[in-house]
C-alpha cells in the first residue's frame, strides 16, 4: 500500500513639544542646522576583530557617529546601527570593516493561490480562498503519512498513529506526502505559503503509512476503525485517502470475495456516514484494478494537468514537461466499467504546490494531488447545499454539479472530449459551493 502521489522596525513616536523648539527642531529659525540624513546598515568586521569588536564599534560611534543596534558575535563579527550617510564612505574604508551593507526590509512569504484551488474556483466559493479571512467551521480525515502538526498553516486537532501502535498519539507525517495533501484540503487563508478548499478546517491525521510512504492493509483497517468511532463525536464528515493497493470490487462491500477493507469502507460509508474520496491510482490504467479506488461507495479521483489556474490550455508547463495544459494527465487511471464511472470525477494533480514538512511549500504531482482538491469540496459542499445528504448522494451531486458546467470549464480528455475506452471524469467545480 503505498501514497499516490518580518523583521519589523522599532515604532517611533514624536513628544509633544513647544511652539519655539518645534520651530527650532524644524529648522525655522534663523542659523539652524538641517538634521543629517541618516540610513540603517549592517556593518561587518573582518575576522581579526573578533577578540576587540566592542571596542572597534566604541571607536565608530566616536569617530563616525554611529549608533549600534544589535551586535552580532557568532554568525559573523560586526552590528547593525543607524549610520550618518556622509560617514558611510568612511566606514568602509576603516581596516577593521569587512563590508557595510543596507539594513533592508524582509517579510514573510506572501501566500499565493494555488493552481488548482484557482482552477476549480475555490476563490468564488462561498469559503472565497485567497482573500485572506474567514475558515471553514468543518472537519476532514486525512488518511495518509500523517500531518506535520507544527505547521503554521495547517489546523491540526487531532488523529490516531496505526503505524506505531505504540505511540497512537504520534500522528506526525516523516513523509511528506499527507502534509502536502492536507494543505489542499484546508491550508489556512492567513497571508502563509498557500490556501487550501476549506481553509482553516479542521484536520485529523490518520496516520496509516510510514516514512517510506507504504503499510498495508492491518494500518488501513486501524485507521478506518478509528474513523468509524470517532467520526460522529468529531463532526468528521469527509476524509481522503490518497493511497491504493492491488485488488477488486466485487459488487457486495467485499463480502463475497472476502476484502475486510472494503468491509471497513462500506461501514465508514453507510454507517458513519463519511464521504469517502480516493485517489484513482498513476499506473495509467484502468483503476478497476485499485483499490480503494474501485470501490463503488468512494468517489474516485483522475488527475487533470493545468498550470495556469485558468481553462483553456495553451499555458506552458511548470513541472512534467510531458504533460500538456488543461488535458488528462499522462500518468493517470480511469474508469472503464460503467458501474466505476458512476463514481468518477477529476481534480488537478500536475505541479501541485501545497504545505511541506517544517513549512514553506513544495510541488508534488499525482493522482494523490488531485484527490484533496475533491475531498475539500465535499467537506465544502457538506457545509452548504450537501448538508444532511448520504455519502452517495453527495456524490451524485458532485458529479452533477462538475458535468453542469460549461465544456469551456473542462480539459481534453473530460465527457465533452473524450479519449476512446478512458473515462476521466468531469473536473470537480468548488465555486458553487
Same mark, same amino acid.
Not at 492567513?190 to 479542521?202: C, E, F, L, Q, T
Not at 469502507?265 to 456516514?273: E, K, L, Q, S
Not at 461507495?297 to 488527475?303: M, N
Given at each position: 500500500m503505498v501514497g499516490r502521489g518580518r523583521v519589523a522596525r522599532p515604532a517611533y513616536r514624536l513628544a509633544a513639544v513647544s511652539a519655539a523648539a518645534g520651530a527650532l527642531l524644524a529648522g525655522g529659525l534663523t542659523g539652524a542646522k538641517a538634521a543629517e540624513p541618516e540610513g540603517r546598515y549592517i556593518v561587518v568586521l573582518d575576522e581579526s576583530a573578533r577578540g576587540r569588536a566592542e571596542t572597534v564599534e566604541q571607536g565608530h560611534g566616536r569617530d563616525h557617529g554611529v549608533r549600534v543596534g544589535f551586535r552580532y558575535r557568532h554568525a559573523l563579527v560586526g552590528y547593525s546601527a543607524v549610520v550618518p550617510e556622509s560617514q558611510v564612505a568612511a566606514l568602509r574604508a576603516d581596516p577593521n570593516v569587512k563590508a557595510v551593507a543596507p539594513d533592508l526590509p524582509v517579510h514573510a512569504t506572501r501566500q499565493v493561490l494555488p493552481t488548482g484551488v484557482d482552477r476549480i474556483q475555490g476563490d468564488a466559493s462561498s469559503a472565497l480562498s485567497g482573500n485572506g479571512t474567514g475558515?471553514?467551521?468543518?472537519?476532514?480525515?486525512?488518511?495518509?503519512?500523517? *500531518? /506535520?502538526?507544527?505547521?503554521?498553516?495547517?489546523?491540526?486537532?487531532?488523529? *490516531? +498513529?496505526?503505524?506505531?501502535? $505504540?505511540?497512537?498519539?504520534?500522528? !506526525?507525517?516523516? &513523509?511528506?506526502?499527507?502534509?502536502?495533501? #492536507?494543505?489542499?484540503?484546508?491550508? @489556512?487563508?492567513?497571508?502563509?505559503?498557500?490556501?487550501?478548499?476549506?481553509?482553516?478546517?479542521?484536520?485529523?491525521?490518520?496516520?496509516?503509512?510510514?516514512?517510506?510512504?507504504?503499510? $498495508?492493509?492491518? +494500518? *488501513?483497517?486501524?485507521?478506518?476503525?478509528?474513523? #468509524?468511532?470517532? #467520526?460522529?463525536?468529531?463532526?468528521?464528515?469527509?476524509? +481522503?485517502?490518497?493511497?491504493?493497493?492491488?485488488?477488486?470490487?466485487?459488487?457486495?462491500?467485499?463480502?463475497? +470475495?472476502? /476484502?475486510?477493507?472494503?468491509?471497513?469502507?462500506?461501514?465508514?460509508?453507510?454507517?458513519?456516514?463519511?464521504?469517502?474520496?480516493?485517489?484513482?491510482? &498513476?499506473?495509467?490504467? /484502468?483503476?478497476? &484494478?485499485?483499490?480503494?479506488?474501485?470501490?463503488?461507495?468512494? =468517489?474516485?479521483?483522475?488527475?487533470?494537468?493545468?498550470?495556469?489556474?485558468?481553462?483553456?490550455?495553451?499555458? %506552458?508547463?511548470?513541472? !512534467?514537461? $510531458?504533460?500538456? /495544459?488543461?488535458?488528462? %494527465?499522462?500518468?493517470?487511471?480511469?474508469?472503464?466499467?460503467?458501474?466505476?464511472?458512476?463514481?468518477?470525477? #477529476?481534480?488537478?494533480?500536475?505541479? *501541485?504546490?501545497?504545505? @511541506?514538512?517544517?513549512?514553506?511549500?513544495?510541488?508534488?504531482?499525482?493522482?494523490?494531488? %488531485?484527490?484533496?482538491?475533491?475531498?475539500?469540496?465535499?467537506? =465544502?459542499?457538506?457545509?452548504?447545499?450537501?448538508?444532511?445528504?448520504?455519502? %452517495?448522494q453527495v456524490i451524485a451531486k458532485l458529479r452533477a454539479d462538475a458535468a453542469a458546467q460549461p465544456a469551456s470549464y473542462g480539459f481534453a480528455g473530460d465527457p465533452n472530449a473524450p479519449v476512446a475506452g478512458r473515462y476521466y471524469g468531469h473536473l470537480v467545480h468548488a465555486g458553487g459551493y
Open positions: 475558515t471553514v467551521d468543518t472537519a476532514v480525515a486525512i488518511i495518509d503519512t500523517g *500531518i /506535520d502538526t507544527g505547521h503554521r498553516d495547517l489546523n491540526v486537532a487531532g488523529g *490516531i +498513529n496505526c503505524v506505531n501502535l $505504540s505511540r497512537p498519539g504520534d500522528y !506526525r507525517d516523516n &513523509n511528506g506526502h499527507g502534509t502536502h495533501v #492536507a494543505g489542499t484540503v484546508a491550508a @489556512r487563508d492567513n497571508g502563509d505559503d498557500v490556501v487550501g478548499v476549506v481553509p482553516g478546517a479542521r484536520l485529523y491525521s490518520v496516520k496509516v503509512l510510514g516514512a517510506s510512504g507504504s503499510g $498495508s492493509t492491518s +494500518n *488501513i483497517l486501524c485507521g478506518l476503525d478509528w474513523l #468509524a468511532q470517532n #467520526a460522529a463525536p468529531l463532526g468528521i464528515k469527509a476524509a +481522503n485517502m490518497s493511497l491504493g493497493g492491488d485488488g477488486a470490487d466485487d459488487g457486495n462491500c467485499g463480502f463475497t +470475495n472476502n /476484502d475486510p477493507e472494503h468491509q471497513a469502507i462500506c461501514r465508514v460509508v453507510n454507517d458513519a456516514g463519511v464521504t469517502l474520496v480516493a485517489a484513482a491510482g &498513476n499506473s495509467s490504467d /484502468d483503476l478497476a &484494478n485499485h483499490t480503494p479506488a474501485a470501490f463503488d461507495e468512494v =468517489l474516485t479521483v483522475t488527475a487533470a494537468a493545468d498550470f495556469d489556474g485558468q481553462p483553456g490550455g495553451g499555458a %506552458a508547463a511548470t513541472c !512534467r514537461t $510531458s504533460n500538456q /495544459d488543461d488535458t488528462a %494527465a499522462n500518468f493517470s487511471s480511469f474508469a472503464v466499467g460503467a458501474a466505476d464511472v458512476a463514481h468518477t470525477i #477529476a481534480g488537478p494533480g500536475v505541479c *501541485i504546490r501545497s504545505t @511541506r514538512n517544517h513549512g514553506t511549500t513544495v510541488v508534488f504531482s499525482g493522482t494523490s494531488m %488531485a484527490s484533496p482538491h475533491v475531498a475539500g469540496t465535499a467537506a =465544502l459542499c457538506l457545509t452548504g447545499p450537501c448538508a444532511g445528504m448520504t455519502p %452517495a
